[in-house]
């Protein structure tokens, strides 16, 4: 399959939300990725429900909706209301992930789980056949701009592997210090959905970037 493109707004200018999202449509992104911190789960504070709202009715795009965040469970209807089309939660933030995932399919948005650089794929044992992706850290979660990890890669091969084994379609995305060339790298490893942030809004010629990015291999 072709690799999809999800920029992350963290790295985007809030000042310019708007003309971002008409520009990441007319650029050929795929999905926009929204990353959503409490300040508690990771040690910083983004953005929240009434941003995904206004986002939702300024796109057509999918919003792919990163919650680090405590306790998740008590927002997934509210994320939906908002406009989430897919609801990433962090394994290491529920207490009960199979539930979890059920509500947010019963929600009908498609659900994601995302592990930690350190957190194994063995957790996802049980679960992987309600995940419609699995989102691999590439870096620790909380901040933009940090250096690529590269161990993930062994990750990334070994769920594609698994997902492979299992006859299944669940979509291995990657989000942290994703750029042309450490991407290539991953997606070499099996990812196929790549989160980029600073890469994209940071360099000289972003639509060259998100260009190279979708046409990876």
């Known amino acids: 399959m072709p690799i999809l493109t999800a920029p992350s707004l963290l790295a985007a200018d809030f000042n310019r939300l708007g003309e971002t999202l008409d520009w990441l449509h007319e650029a050929g992104a795929d999905w926009v990725h929204c990353d959503v911190m409490d300040g508690h789960f990771v040690p910083n504070i983004s953005f929240g429900l009434p941003v995904i709202k206004a986002l939702k009715s300024r796109t057509r795009l999918p919003l792919d909706v ?5 306790d998740p469970d008590r927002y ?7 406009g989430a089309d897919i609801l990433t939660v962090h394994a ?7 539930r979890t995932l059920h509500a947010i399919r ?7 789980v995302a592990l ?9 044992e049980h679960i992987l056949p309600l995940a419609d992706l ?7 979660p909380g ?41 290539a790298r991953i997606v070499a490893a099996g990812a196929q959905v790549l989160v980029a942030g600073s890469s994209i809004f940071q360099a ?9 990015l979708k046409h990876l291999q």
């Open 116 to 124: 930690n650089p350190a957190t194994p794929i063995s957790v996802l």
């Open 66 to 70: 990163h919650l680090m965040i405590t």
């Open 76 to 82: 997934i209807t509210d994320f939906r209301d908002a």
């Open 106 to 112: 019963k929600a009908g948005m498609q659900a994601g």
């Open 92 to 98: 290491e933030a529920c207490l009960h992930l199979d």
């Open 204 to 212: 000289a010629n972003p639509a060259e970037v998100l260009q190279q």
């Open 143 to 183: 901040f933009g701009s940090q250096p690529y990890i590269p161990y993930v890669e062994d990750k990334c091969r070994a769920l594609a592997a698994e997902i492979r084994r299992r006859g299944l379609s669940t979509l291995i995305e990657v989000d942290g210090g994703i750029t042309p060339e450490t991407g």
């Open 134 to 140: 699995v989102l691999l850290m590439t870096v620790n």
